[in-house]
T-cell receptor, first 113, second 109 residues
Framework: TAGITQAPTSQILAAGRSMTLRCTQD?????MYWYRQDLGLGLRLIHY???????GKGEVPDGYSVSRANTDDFPLTLASAVPSQTSVYFC????????????FGPGTRLTVL | GQNIDQPTEMTATEGAIVQINCTYQ??????LFWYQQHAGEAPTFLSY????GLEEKGRFSSFLSRSKGYSYLLLKELQMKDSASYLC??????????FGAGTTVTVRA
């Protein structure tokens, strides 16, 4: 069972370049999320989507954009990368209830130089 | 805003018990999750509490006191494979999760 997949696994990017991190789930979950994880700060929500066609801003949305054209895919785009966006990025999905567990993808390790 | 606190690191011996505390202050509450995260891997679900009391699941148990804004994760009969980070996360009114910074548990032989 695939669950959630992310691509690429890792990437080194020059500052100022754009990049799209891909996320696909096969669990037919309505909700999808993007987090970044930095040492000592834990997981912080970047953007989320409660259903296809809608998106919302999380705690740290600046410099990132998302789209949700269908249920399965939720790409995250960095329009012009900066070194402070060096992080590990996790995509997650869940049902819409408060008790619904979020399931995480394997993560993308991004280094911006 | 959300404020979730947990210890940064804990060390314990194989076979022992470790208790990881989590305190929280959030705007609205729809339950508390614990996740396990091994180094270089994704977080995986351990437990969910929405009512006060203890939930037991094999070697792992999780406790919640809503009035005190407090939870703990209890790991019994520690094994080397339990060395990992343990993340406390609170679901608020909009069902979004807010995570603590995580507690790194090191199990020593």
């Amino acid at each position: 069972t695939a669950g959630i997949t992310q691509a690429p696994t890792s990437q080194i990017l020059a500052a100022g370049r754009s990049m799209t991190l891909r996320c696909t789930q096969d669990m037919r979950h309505n909700a999808m999320y993007w987090y970044r994880q930095d040492l000592g700060l834990g997981l912080r929500l970047i953007h989320y989507s409660n259903t296809a066609g809608t998106t919302g801003k999380g705690e740290v949305p600046d410099g990132y954009s998302v789209s949700r054209a269908n249920t399965d895919d939720f790409p995250l785009t960095l329009a012009s990368a900066v070194p402070s966006q060096t992080s590990v990025y996790f995509c997650a999905s869940s049902g819409l209830g408060g008790s619904d567990t979020q399931y995480f993808g394997p993560g993308t390790r991004l280094t911006v130089l | 805003g959300q404020n979730i606190d947990q210890p940064t690191e804990m060390t314990a011996t194989e076979g022992a018990i470790v208790q990881i505390n989590c305190t929280y202050q959030t705007s609205g509450f729809n339950g508390l999750f614990w996740y396990q995260q091994h180094a270089g891997e994704a977080p995986t679900f351990l437990s969910y509490n929405v009512l006060d009391g203890l939930e037991e699941k094999g070697r792992f148990s999780s406790f919640l006191s809503r009035s005190k804004g407090y939870s703990y994760l209890l790991l019994k009969e520690l094994q080397m494979k339990d060395s990992a980070s343990y993340l406390c996360a609170v679901s608020s009114n909009d069902y979004k999760l807010s995570f603590g910074a995580g507690t790194t548990v090191t199990v020593r032989a």
